[in-house]
């Protein structure tokens, strides 16, 4: 399915990207994500190719809130693990600001320190920050979800909806530029689920600038 479907008013005819350009990182300060006719395929066992995304472009300012809607299978996650970066474009131009941060599906996929203020903080790790810096960061971001009282619960008694707040908190501390959320109704209370099921489509979410300070 041709994603740039699904997010419409984000389409635009956009001039080539250079992000090695200062002239381009000038012109993209107040722009979070910009990509053009990005394509992707994937080869199966027998040998084809099967285009999953066609000549979808898209562009996000900085300091807002994005959704992409649709059934499931149409390349919603897809096209976000390629802003992430965890897939590369079968073609297409893309520009994405950085730091930035993406929460999976599962939590299980991401959570895997043993306490909560351990997981926050391990994407920090590779930052040159204080100890006082760190904790602050993850005491700001716990906060920020709802989650401080359970600063040093084990992670495994967690529940899915509190794991997957810690992990939109671990993505907060590290102050990213572009949250990129996948599906986050997948753990929601029975009640809101329902509710959800009503509009038969599920979303990806795309924050930017989306850091708790």
């Not at 990509?35 to 040998?47: D, L, P």
């Not at 959570?111 to 700001?140: H, I, Q, W, Y």
């Amino acid at each position: 399915m041709n994603l740039s479907t699904l997010a419409r008013t984000s389409l635009l005819h956009l001039s080539p990207l250079r992000s090695t350009s200062s002239t381009r990182d000038n012109a993209t300060e107040s722009v979070a994500i910009e990509g053009r006719n990005i394509n992707f395929s994937v080869n199966t066992r027998q040998g084809r190719i099967v285009p999953i995304l066609k000549d979808c472009s898209i562009r996000i300012p900085s300091g807002q809130l994005w959704m992409l809607l649709g059934p499931n299978g149409c390349g919603k996650s897809t096209l976000l693990k390629i802003l992430a970066g965890l897939l590369t474009p079968t073609n297409g131009a893309l520009y994405v600001r950085r730091p930035k941060s993406y929460v999976f599906q599962n939590p299980d996929h991401q959570v895997v320190m043993p306490t909560v203020e351990a997981d926050v903080a391990f994407g920090l790790g590779r930052l040159n920050l204080t100890n006082s810096e760190v904790r602050s960061r993850v005491s700001k971001a716990l906060e920020a979800v709802g989650m401080s009282e359970y600063l040093q619960r084990p992670v495994q008694t967690l529940s899915g909806g509190q794991k997957q707040r810690v992990a939109i908190a671990g993505a907060l501390a590290e102050a990213c530029k572009v949250l990129l959320l996948d599906e986050l109704t997948t753990f929601l209370d029975e009640s809101d689920q329902v509710s959800n099921s009503r509009h038969k489509v599920e979303c990806v979410s795309i924050f930017t600038d989306a850091s708790f300070a």
